[in-house]
């Protein structure tokens, strides 16, 4: 059974930082890209950054730039999001999918594709709050 396991959110004081997991099982991580999401309550659920599976590059959101990073750990078919200064804007509900297509390419217009990811994770809850 393909399944993505979301972990590490919680609740952070502004400027702090959180390590995002995205755990897959039940197929291998290696061919696809893999992308990160969110949901705030109220809003739509927005692309916040990809990696991609044949060359590793990746792609953010201009909100997230310069202070997030996704990585990837094949060996642990697992991919990170690391967040740093995190600010109460970034409060939402963090989630990650995989790519549709093998060996996609992330761009900044298909992290703006929700359609073209797949089997998403149940989420994670980011609260930045003082």
């Known amino acids: 059974q393909v399944q993505l396991v979301e972990s590490g959110g919680g609740l952070v004081q502004p400027g702090g930082s959180l390590r995002l997991s995205c755990s897959a099982s039940?197929?291998?991580?290696?061919?696809?890209?893999i992308g990160w999401f969110r949901q705030a309550p109220g809003k739509e659920r927005e692309g916040v950054s990809c990696i991609s599976s044949s060359d590793g590059s990746t792609v953010y959101a201009d909100s997230v730039k310069g202070r997030f990073t996704i990585s990837r750990d094949n060996a642990k078919n697992t991919v990170h999001l690391q967040m740093n200064s995190l600010k109460p804007e970034d409060t939402a509900v963090y989630y990650c999918?995989?790519?549709?297509?093998?060996?996609?390419?992330?761009?900044?217009?298909?992290?703006?594709?929700?359609?073209?990811?797949?089997?998403w994770g149940q989420g994670t809850q980011v609260t930045v709050s003082s």
């Open positions: 039940g197929f291998t991580l290696d061919y696809y890209a």
């Open positions: 999918a995989t790519s549709l297509s093998i060996h996609y390419v992330c761009s900044d217009y298909g992290l703006r594709q929700n359609s073209w990811y797949t089997d």
